[in-house]
């Protein structure tokens, strides 16, 4: 689960605009041309472009405050009262009288969209007021955590502007967030990371994603030719690719999918509002990802709160349990991005027919920290241990079932007679055995912080139930 601790202070630099929706139904084709008939019933409007970033930010918990150009126009007065409604900050928002406030307009018709209509300028901003965002947030910077761009190539973020933002932020040791636009990322160069889609990423990169292989080079490229500390590309139903040292892939799995209306506005968000309060940038992905997953559920551009996110995840555990299997290697990788605070439990057996017994001596063993790993008998293990006759029930199924437990976290499987090479890797603070293990010596006990024993269910076990059944 995720906490946030703190209230972040992020600045949102940007192209923003209004999405206005005319709801209405269809029953007739128009007689003076062949196109249909909209009655409309409902108008709405929400914050689009980079303000989509901000309404997500504001969601998350976040402080924000918002840096731009829009025209003097009715529709700026519009974009003007949703941010306020919002409590953001709109001091360094600049009028141009010769520039239109972008609005995209959509008629939908029985949730079916019938026709977009646009209004914006898409020329790029003066000199001047290029040179007056530039003073105003040279002079602000102190005060933020971070700064968040959202380019959608409306002018606000040219080449010698952009360069220039992440200049200011390297100079002042702020991280600068990215989502990119366009095929020329030379006015990305120095930042903190960039989040291009798929798609975006084989264009700049010049080489088409097909596999991991082309994967992994478009990422290190543009990390290397633009001098980034990372690139998070993101992949849709795949999850996402960050790019540090190596390429780390990071899969999400969203149960529903209605709309990706501006999930990638939701992934800058939540990877701003994560790295604002101090998680690393593998916690802050996966909460990216999981906000993801949380909006792409929903219909149109939406957005998520940390309380969703939470129950996204507590869902996932019980749903996506077979996620939950995975090997040393797998699991080792994981829990180098755990939080510090987090206390790992560690117990292990064959778990062969899983019956009460299992489940409260699990239960009890979870109890006792915050993560709870069970270490798995191979089949050929368990043959060596319990004889030829044994495991009744497959190494997979078993995990499977286990897996499905809500309290247990991770299930491995092992092929040594011990866990003792598992417990060496894995590093848990608390290793649990049963209380028949009491007067001897634990395996794995030297690895451990602690070593905790707990009773079973007293005539309930694997053995008996085997006996009984025969005996039927």
Not at 46 to 52: I, Q, T, W
Not at 119 to 127: A, G, M, R, V, W
Not at 427 to 437: E, H, M, Q, S, T
Request: hydrophobic share 40%.
């Amino acid at each position: 689960m995720y906490k946030i601790s703190k209230i972040p202070k992020i600045l949102v630099i940007g192209d923003l605009m209004i999405d206005h929706y005319l709801w209405g139904s269809c029953e007739r084709i128009s007689p003076e041309a062949p196109v249909q008939v909209v009655d409309i019933k409902n108008e709405t409007s929400a914050l689009g472009g980079a303000g989509n970033v901000i309404s997500n930010l504001v969601s998350l918990g976040a402080s924000v405050d918002v840096a731009s150009v829009v025209g003097d126009d009715e529709n700026r007065n519009d974009l003007i009262s949703m941010l306020k409604k919002l409590g953001v900050g709109t001091g360094m928002l600049l009028f141009e009288k010769e520039r239109k406030t972008a609005k995209k307009s959509r008629v939908m018709a029985s949730h079916q969209q019938i026709i977009r209509y646009d209004l914006e300028s898409k020329n790029d901003i003066s000199f001047e007021s290029q040179e007056k965002l530039l003073k105003a947030v040279n002079d602000t910077i102190l005060k933020y955590d971070l700064i968040l761009i959202s380019d959608y190539a409306k002018g606000v973020l040219t080449k010698e502007f952009t360069s220039n933002i992440i200049k200011i932020a390297k100079e002042k040791g702020k991280l600068t967030l990215i989502d990119p636009k366009g095929e020329d990322y030379s006015k990305y160069k120095g930042a903190t990371l960039i989040t291009p889609n798929k798609k975006e990423a084989s264009i700049a990169g010049k080489i088409k994603i097909t596999d991991d292989k082309s994967l992994k080079e478009v990422g290190e490229k543009l990390k290397k030719e633009l001098g980034l500390d990372f690139v998070i590309i993101t992949l849709s139903e795949d999850g996402m690719a960050i790019f540090d040292e190596n390429m780390t892939k990071i899969p999400t799995i969203a149960r529903e999918v209605y709309d990706v209306t501006g999930a990638g506005d939701t992934v800058l968000a939540a990877l701003g509002v994560g790295l604002g309060v101090g998680f690393d940038i593998y916690k802050a992905v996966l909460f990216a990802t999981s906000a993801a997953a949380v909006v792409v559920a929903k219909l149109g551009s939406a957005t998520a709160s940390v309380d969703e996110i939470n129950r996204y995840e507590n869902q996932k555990l019980h749903f996506d349990y077979e996620s939950k299997i995975l090997n040393v290697n797998e699991l080792q990788k994981t829990l180098e991005h755990k939080d510090k605070k987090t206390k790992i439990v560690f117990t292990n057996g064959c778990f062969d027919i899983l019956h009460v017994g299992h489940v409260k001596y699990l239960q009890n063993a979870k109890n006792l920290g915050s993560l709870l790993i069970v270490g798995l008998n191979s089949d050929a293990s368990v043959k060596r241990l319990k004889g030829d006759d044994r495991p009744i029930n497959n190494e997979q199924d078993r995990a499977v079932v286990l897996s499905s437990l809500g309290f247990v976290d991770y299930v491995v499987i092992f092929e040594e007679d011990t866990p003792y090479e598992l417990i060496r890797k894995l590093k848990p603070d608390i290793l649990v055995k049963g209380a028949d293990y009491k007067g001897k010596e634990v395996v794995g006990s030297d690895l451990v912080k602690e070593v905790v024993l707990i009773d079973f269910i007293e005539n309930k076990s694997t053995t008996n139930i085997i006996k009984r059944i025969q005996k039927q």
